[in-house]
């Protein structure tokens, strides 16, 4: 067993191993007087019961809460336990003297000299306390060894609950290289506890991209000039990047295509490709190929949505199979429906049919960075069926780019609401956008591409994802079925602390994980209102009652959301059917 050395510890003041002030003067301040509260009379390895003496006239004794952190000395070591029960022994309790309390505390690390002589805490314990240990407050010195800065890049998000004048502080590399995920009921303070730290993050990491997919359209006001924010508005996204199981996504607004529609469209998509590199030379070819690289239909490499037309009218004109002629033109039907369906007009609505994808890319994902790390890609606009297409198509191209840039385009994603896309049921879910946020999840950090996985409801998401994410700040939670899914995640020696997540205030959460040394129950800093996530609805209220109304964006919202029948191709735009509007088409 290491002895105590004889060098107290600089940083602390001359205390003993219980955290009482050595110095009598110090010791008879009421304010510094000695912390013992008991002593331990059980004991199974990673739980401890201690008999405390209570007296309720004393009003120096703040009163014991679940969530606070006591100390054990063991010979030279002081253990850490985290208070997860406190009962009145035997149920019995007096107003006019001394109380017998139960406390029930999980072991969870322990503070003892390290190698330099230093106090030091180190999760899990080298011993156990005997029966008859003296147990004691946490001093404020313990508590700031316990979360003083372990690693090189910390930063302070909040303060401890139970010292509101210690920095909590998480370690920013820990949650860029492995994942983080913030869960908690709405109203809890997800998204603006999410704000501050991605103002930090950006702040301490100035290369550090960071892409936040937006569903309410709320960050926007959060970033300011911060960030750079793509509405569906300003999206042009070239509908060639997109994989052809995402390109029938939107094509099929949602539904599953039959697999004789994704035959035709693999078989057709790099003809247009080629017709497009190749000119003319592309058409007589009539393969994939041409003069140049074998061209799937997944190679991002753009292609004319009019010739792909011509291509199935072709095709129409041509078979002789009545079943493929069928699907052909049905197929067919669909394309015309949305290439002139208003709402896809960030994918189709361009006239530029150039090759867009190093602008493309370099805008998303800030090539360069021109002082805006941040994106806030607004997604509220977009028709919701395809949603998860557009988000698979992002996070695909977040993963590549860090591959392809040899880790140098380093990405947080940050997905809010994020059991949309990764339900815990794969039936439920769009196959690529899940592939997508996995490869992240089980690849990303030898790029340099991580996740801030946001949902208030954790046992609808895919729990493989939740496992791959080793920092979790759970905020209050209610619902016994996500409280399991956290006690589950977190390593064993914390799991006491879930009993409690159902009586967090708000904006309080329980840290856990690699980017905080031990549990830490914290409460985030105050964000100011210029920095908060404003939600839409909000924004559109509080200018509600006034001039503030556009009857412009009313009109256009109007006619977006007036789309054509998918099956017919008839809809809002008299004549549309199965006419193309050459101004969608691209020169030709
Ligand atoms: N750290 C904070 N500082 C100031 N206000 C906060 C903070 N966290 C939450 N709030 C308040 O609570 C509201 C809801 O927070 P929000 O982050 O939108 O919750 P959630 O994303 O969990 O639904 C905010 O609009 C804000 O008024
Ligand atoms: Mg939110």
Redesign the pocket.
Known sequence: MTSLPDRPNPALPDRDLAGRLRTPAAAADPQTRPTDIGHVIACDGTKAVIAALSDPRDDLEPAWAVGQMITITVDTRRLIGLLFKVEADQGVWTHESTNRLILSVELNGEIGCDDNGLYAFSSGMSVYPRIGAPAHRMCEEDLLTIYRARHETTMPIGVLSQARDIPALVSTDALLSRHFAVV??????????IS?ILHKIAEQKPDQRILILDPHNEYREAFGDKAHTITVDTLDLPFWLLTLEEFARIVFRGEPPGGEDLDILREMIPRAKAIYRDGASGRMLRKPGGTGPALTSDTPVPYRIADLIQLLDEDIGSLDGARRRLATRQLKARFDAVVTDPRFDFLFGSRDASDRMSAFLGTVFRVPIEQQQITVFEMSGIPSEVVDSIVSVLCRLAFDLALASHSRVRTLVVCEEAHRYIPTEPDNAFAPTRAAISRIAKEGRKYGVSLGIVT?RPHELDPTILSQCNTIFA?RLGNDADQDVIRRAIANGSRSAVAFLSSLA??ECIAFGKAVSTPMRMR????GRAA??TSQQARTSSGAAGSGVSMHQIVAQLRRERAPDPDTGSGANPGSSFQIDARRLGPV
């Open positions: 908690g009921t709405t109203g809890t303070g997800k998204s603006t506890a501050m208030q905020l708000d904006r985030f800093h105050h964000v908060r996530p």
